[in-house]
């Protein structure tokens, strides 16, 4: 079985796929423990010397003022856990909390946090026997980090709460006792320190943006096919084009087109142009695919950028500097710039959605899909007797609805809580939420075209098609058989989703080489 070594500092977006989905074991580096172990006795030396310090012998928030006393401290700690376990509805996924546990204890591994050593590892014995904590869905601002979320997993650690263990929900004290561990007794510090954070944005945001390379993997598949079903235009994928404006994503895409397409027949060049052709360009949803998928792209890589700084950073309050010999209060679990990464990974994953049904919509119309019938009706139908693919597109164009509607971005909301001590909030859980139902949407239009784009080329041949979409069409005929009378759209679509949402339409890029395997 696969190993991730964690050490606060060096984790990425692959490694956190592979621990929250594909089970991986998580390791974590003796160097790491050792410098935990050196941040813990440096807070304890500065409980001796400085008397009192935020978080540790105080209240929390607008109770900071509340000095508490040493025989106390413990009772402190489990109360916060206890007081801000206060989520509600579904209970994540268990790839999410998986994704929440490990990025909290790679972030305690850095050193700063002034937990002991055994904090982190119960965490990973948890995770690496496959128990997760039952995590409600909402209940978090993004502000003082994930708060209430993190609470929950706190509270198995210390033997309370529940968790998932073999399908079935176990008591927190079971759950440790399965793992090998007994409940913690939260020392100073340390029930802020599970709790401070931005692991349920970051882990709902890093599995979405996983998740969302491969729809746009799948989307320029559909968009190479949609190509040649509509007879189109190549010229604007010409690599010159692209040079003369060279954003990365577009760049990439056009490339990774050309490539599908190659040794195609199907498709129009201007150095091959016949005069009956008509106009030499295609509508912008073919033509400026690049520019506006490769923009999806670009905001992709930037939100990749950012949740990987996240996930190798401390962003718990107060932190400790054992080499300074202090302990400094700061902003580090404010999630603001996650948040706003996020938003713009939304309005990515909309806009993807958006031209892929412009696509769809231009296949099915005789008006722009040059002799095809409309709606793609099958060969055995007449057109009016039958609708043909009609209604499909009005399934895509309610989920791109549905998506515009989210592309409002969280980030821009603060509403304040703690008595207005914690006055600006960042809505960050909110952005992730949002992105990964724009995520799901968009995911059903891709198949949606993926759908009408094979009808387009079984109607109008699959003889001269690419290398790469060839491969592709077959990938979709062994699912899904083309129309030739009017039938319930909904199994195929569903079928075609699960194709996209696998990554098996990805992976037949992968397998020609067009994307590196993740």
Request: aromatic share 4%; net charge positive; with cysteine.
């Amino acid at each position: 079985m696969a190993q991730i070594t964690i050490d606060g500092s060096h984790l990425n977006l692959d490694q956190l796929l592979q621990v929250a989905r594909n089970g991986a074991q998580t390791v974590i580096s003796k160097e790491a423990l050792s410098r935990t172990l050196n941040g813990r006795r440096a807070l304890e030396r500065l409980i001796q010397r400085e008397g009192t310090i935020y978080g540790v012998n105080t209240g929390f928030g607008a109770l900071a003022n509340f000095r508490i006393p040493p025989e106390e401290i413990k009772h402190l700690q489990t109360n916060l856990v206890r007081s801000h376990a206060a989520s509600v509805g579904r209970p994540l996924t268990s790839d999410v909390v998986r994704a929440m546990m490990l990025l909290r204890a790679n972030t305690l591994l850095k050193g700063n946090s002034g937990i002991r050593p055994e904090v982190v590892t119960t965490i990973v014995r948890l995770l690496n026997k496959r128990i997760h904590p039952y995590v409600p869905e909402k209940g978090s601002v993004g502000a003082s980090g994930d708060l209430s979320p993190l609470s929950h997993i706190a509270l198995v650690l210390i033997g309370e709460g529940q968790a998932e263990s073999r399908g079935r929900w176990i008591s927190g004290r079971n759950a440790l006792r399965v793992s090998g561990s007994v409940p913690l007794e939260l020392e100073a510090k340390e029930g802020l320190a599970l709790n401070n954070g931005t692991q349920q944005m970051v882990a709902i945001g890093g599995l979405c943006l996983h998740d969302g390379y491969k729809l746009l993997a799948s989307e320029e598949a559909a968009l190479a096919l949609s190509l040649e079903a509509l007879g189109g235009w190549i010229d604007a994928f010409d690599e010159r084009i692209h040079r003369l404006r060279p954003h990365p994503g577009q760049q990439a895409v056009a490339q990774h087109v050309r490539l599908l397409l190659k040794g195609s027949r199907m498709i129009r060049t201007v150095t091959s142009r016949d005069p009956s052709d008509g106009l030499p360009q295609d509508p912008y949803s073919f033509r400026c695919a690049p520019q506006v998928m490769g923009a999806a792209r670009d905001a992709m890589d930037f939100g990749k950028s950012v949740l990987e700084v996240e996930m190798n950073s401390a962003t718990d309050n107060p932190l400790v500097f054992p080499r300074d010999g202090l302990c400094i209060s700061g902003g580090n679990f404010h999630g603001q710039p996650v948040a706003m990464a996020l938003d713009f990974m939304s309005l990515a994953l909309s806009n993807l959605a958006n031209i892929s049904e412009r696509r769809t919509s231009a296949l099915l119309d005789p008006s722009l899909n040059n002799g095809l019938p409309p709606f793609l009706v099958g060969r055995g139908s007449k057109p009016g007797l039958a609708s043909g693919m009609m209604a499909v597109q009005y399934t895509a164009t309610s989920l791109v609805a549905e998506c515009k509607l989210l592309t409002h971005p969280a980030s821009s909301d603060s509403i304040p809580t703690s008595s207005n001590f914690e006055d600006f909030v960042s809505m960050g859980p909110g952005a992730a939420y949002k992105a990964r139902t724009i995520l799901e949407n968009a995911q059903y239009v891709i198949a949606i075209e993926l759908l009408v784009a094979a009808q387009g080329l079984h109607l109008r041949g699959t003889k001269n098609m690419g290398t790469g979409t060839k491969k592709l069409y077959q990938a979709i005929r062994r699912k899904v058989p083309a129309l030739e009378e009017d039938r319930s759209s909904h199994q195929d679509i569903e079928l075609l989703c699960k194709m996209v949402r696998s990554g098996e339409i990805a992976g037949i890029l992968e397998e020609i080489g067009i994307m590196e395997r993740k």
